[in-house]
């Protein structure tokens, strides 16, 4: 299982019986379910018995006494894209940050770059976007950001051909 989706930080014991605090950093909380496998940080597979999304507590096969269950205290939970895929549900106009990135950035017919990263911010999502070769040796610079905000900026998104066709970015290329 290839698992290199940050979804999740392992906290504090709560109570006696192995249950750890759950610190979710994703848009997907329903993908902690039972019999759901995670890997940590630390390269160790953990099958979920118990979820308690009221509380955000997660309780781990194999690990159901608190000594053991301190053991995994502070690591790092990551999932597969496969599984991403399965566990998480998109509505119109989402799309999960793994297959936004390298996507070709088109205004019209001129190729401005490709996503190179994905920053959330409070407002908005910016897709980093690192320029076309052909645009920056017209001094213009390396790297922009884009909002991720649909008929704003974003007119589609075509995962399958990796491009996203967008208008009104060239102007904030060029006042970057």
């Known amino acids: 299982m290839n698992s290199d989706i940050y979804v999740a930080k392992l906290g504090k014991a709560v109570g006696l019986k192995g249950h750890l605090k759950l610190h979710i950093d994703s848009d997907f909380p329903e993908q902690f379910k039972k019999d759901a ?10 099958k979920v018995i118990e979820y308690n999304a009221n509380r955000d507590i997660v309780l781990f096969e ?10 995994l205290i502070n690591q790092e939970l990551f ?7 399965d566990n998480c549900t998109l509505k119109d106009n989402e799309f999960f940050w793994f297959d936004l990135l390298d996507c ?7 190729k401005l770059g490709t996503v190179k990263d994905i920053h959330r911010y409070p407002i908005s999502d910016y897709l ?3 320029t076309d070769k052909s645009l920056a040796e017209k001094e213009l610079p390396n790297t922009f950001l884009l909002p991720h905000l649909f008929d ?3 007119i589609s998104v075509d995962i399958l051909k990796k491009e996203i066709r ?11």
Do not use: M
């Open 79 to 85: 999932a597969s894209t496969e599984q991403t895929r």
């Open 37 to 46: 496998i995670f890997v940590t940080n630390r390269k160790i597979k953990l």
């Open 62 to 71: 194999n690990y159901e006494d608190v000594d053991l269950a301190k053991k």
């Open 104 to 110: 070709t950035i088109f205004e019209n017919d001129l």
């Open 152 to 154: 704003k900026y974003i």
């Open 128 to 130: 980093e976007i690192k």
């Open 166 to 176: 967008v208008k009104d970015a060239y102007s904030i290329l060029e006042n970057s």
